[in-house]
């Protein structure tokens, strides 16, 4: 005897297997709350992370601003509330003095801020000059996948050592007795080994940008990679030349990569203080070594300041950054 459907179920149509009788709607409202009671509710997903981002990152900031007002004692600070630390940072002795030589002259502090940014952007640039090419040829020159993987591995090769050592292993190569000046030597070009390459400006630069280009060379080799390469294919049948696709279609849609990469430089660049004092000779000072060196002689407020000014620094920095690219829309 051939069975009805019930008259409140509805019936589909077109399966494989002819016409089927939908699930009565109290079984719908049941099926819907047994997936809704399965649900984890997204709070418990942020919540590790959230409690991660408080506890290391917000506690410590609050803790920094809040020291920054406290007064320096000898071997620590206590707690009252002063100025003097953010007017020590601006200005110095004789600022207010006409007849003073320090008369209106920014403290040295200020000064050696802006050292730090003049260092950090002009290693930016030799990054992005060395780190562009080798990432447009992992991504645009070599068509094998694995090829391009073991290549880009070989480029992070250097970035699995120790910080440290890293800096360190330039001293063989940059000193007196160094690779460097014995090569020149005997290619004549000079007679007597040059301190030009050890504790110097050039050795620094040249130091940061081979310890950090890898930051550089990674997300413009992942923006580069992800160009659908038919788009370059269309636009060389349609008579481009390859100049003409680099700047049309290659380099604006590997600016995302461009300036994530140049974000994550400026940020650790603005930071660094070991390769000053290890490459450098301690011969100039950055903000970073300023907040360890006060930091080291129990002066918490004022490595506080310093602190507060170099992270506002990096916040301007990342901003114009991300108003010349804006990545949420080249992404």
């Known amino acids: 005897m051939l069975q009805t459907a019930p008259p409140h179920a509805k019936r589909h149509h077109g399966g494989l297997i002819g016409d089927q009788p939908a699930p009565p ?28 981002l408080i506890v290391f990152l917000v506690v410590p900031l609050v803790g920094i601003v809040v020291f920054s007002f406290w007064t320096p004692i000898r071997g620590g600070m206590t707690p009252d509330f002063t100025f003097i630390n953010f007017g020590n940072f601006f200005r110095q002795e004789g600022f207010f003095d006409p007849e003073h030589r320090n008369f209106l002259k920014l403290s040295i502090f200020i000064t050696t801020l802006w050292t730090t940014f003049r260092f950090t952007i002009t290693v930016m640039a030799v990054c992005l000059i060395i780190g562009y090419p080798i990432a447009f040829f992992l991504a645009m020159q070599v068509k094998n996948f694995k090829w391009q993987l073991a ?38 070009v000079i007679d007597k080994p040059s301190s030009f390459f050890l504790y110097s400006e050039f050795g620094y630069t040249m ?33 481009a030349s390859s100049y003409e696709v680099f700047r049309e279609i290659i380099l604006p849609l590997s600016l995302p990569g461009v300036a994530i990469g140049m974000i994550f430089l400026f940020v650790m660049l603005m930071g660094e203080f070991a390769t000053a004092v290890v490459v450098y000779g301690g011969k100039t000072s950055t903000t970073g070594t300023v907040i360890l060196n006060y930091y080291a002689t129990a002066n918490y407020p004022f490595a506080a300041v310093n602190a507060i000014m170099l992270m506002l620094a990096m916040m301007i920095g990342v901003f114009f950054i991300l108003r010349v690219v804006d990545i949420r829309k080249e992404l």
């Open 207 to 239: 130091a940061l940008a081979q310890l950090y280009v890898v930051l550089c060379i990674g997300p413009i080799f992942f923006s580069l990679a992800k160009i659908d390469k038919d788009i370059l294919e269309a636009a060389r049948d349609m008579g």
């Open 25 to 52: 709607p109290q079984d719908v409202v049941r099926l819907k709350k047994s997936k809704r009671d399965q649900t984890i509710h997204p709070g418990w997903l942020v919540a590790p992370a959230s409690l991660w």
């Open 151 to 188: 290549l880009f591995l070989v480029a992070m090769v250097p970035f699995w050592t120790s910080y440290l050592i890293r800096a360190v292993a330039w001293l063989p190569m940059l000193g007196r007795r160094g690779l460097f000046n014995k090569m020149l030597m005997n290619l004549g």
